[in-house]
T-cell receptor, first 112, second 115 residues
Framework: QKEVEQDPGPLSVPEGAIVSLNCTYS??????FMWYRQYSRKGPELLMY????GNKEDGRFTAQVDKSSKYISLFIRDSQPSDSATYLC????????????FGGGTRVLVKP | NAGVMQNPRHLVRRRGQEARLRCSPM?????VYWYRQLPEEGLKFMVY????????ESGMPKERFSAEFPKEGPSILRIQQVVRGDSAAYFC?????????????FGDGTRLSIL
């Protein structure tokens, strides 16, 4: 079993819809949780960065972390065709080690 | 461009040759990480370096792979005697510090193809 599980998709939504993405993980020691966006042939771009449980909002993006369930989510409101990309969740142990453990990524397609 | 710079963007090598991948971190960042993305797989951690020190190489294959981050100049990931299975995208990330509260920013990667 992978340490971080993420549905590969593709997830297809109409423009303007809410995109809902999630990851589950097995290591309860993870402390920091990130979402990256990756366009084809480009590097991952950091979207959201959260510590421990709770919600964080930034513009059209909302990240949620539920450590008791080992479950994290990313919501994208008012989705645009430019949001079409692969979304990667990542997490780290924090003080015990800063290497990132990634999910496999979910491919999202926003149709005009 | 003040982002993480990787070069070359594309590198083609024949089996048995050496590959050298370079990474210049963001300005003000002294911590560098290398990750590998194999076809149809996610990003996997390889090595974490500070200037002149390897901090964590737990993801690095034991043979043929080495990394350095000298006092001056970019970080180098070196793959000796490349094999077909080394074909992948190699990404470098940097952060200003090494604690868990330091987000990592990525370059656009080097795509290595082995003939």
């Amino acid at each position: 079993q992978k340490e971080v599980e993420q549905d590969p998709g593709p997830l297809s939504v109409p423009e303007g819809a809410i995109v809902s993405l999630n990851c589950t993980y097995s290591n309860s020691a993870f402390q920091y949780f990130m979402w990256y966006r990756q366009y084809s042939r480009k590097g991952p771009e950091l979207l959201m960065y959260t510590y421990s449980s709770g919600n964080k909002e930034d513009g059209r993006f909302t990240a949620q972390v539920d450590k008791s369930s080992k479950y994290i989510s990313l919501f994208i409101r008012d989705s645009q065709p430019s949001d079409s990309a692969t979304y990667l969740c990542a997490m780290s142990l924090g003080a015990a080690g800063n290497k990132l453990t990634f999910g496999g990524g979910t491919r999202v397609l926003v149709k005009p | 461009n003040a982002g993480v710079m990787q070069n070359p963007r594309h590198l083609v090598r024949r089996r048995g040759q050496e590959a050298r991948l370079r990474c210049s971190p963001m300005k003000g960042h002294s911590h560098v990480y290398w990750y590998r993305q194999l076809p149809e797989e996610g990003l996997k951690f390889m090595v974490y370096l500070q200037k002149e020190n390897i901090i964590d190489e737990s993801g690095m294959p034991k043979e043929r792979f080495s990394a350095e981050f000298p006092k001056e100049g970019p970080s180098i990931l070196r793959i000796q005697q490349v094999v077909r299975g080394d074909s992948a995208a190699y990404f470098c990330a940097s952060s200003p510090g090494g604690g868990g509260g330091q987000p990592q920013h990525f370059g656009d990667g080097t795509r290595l193809s082995i003939l």
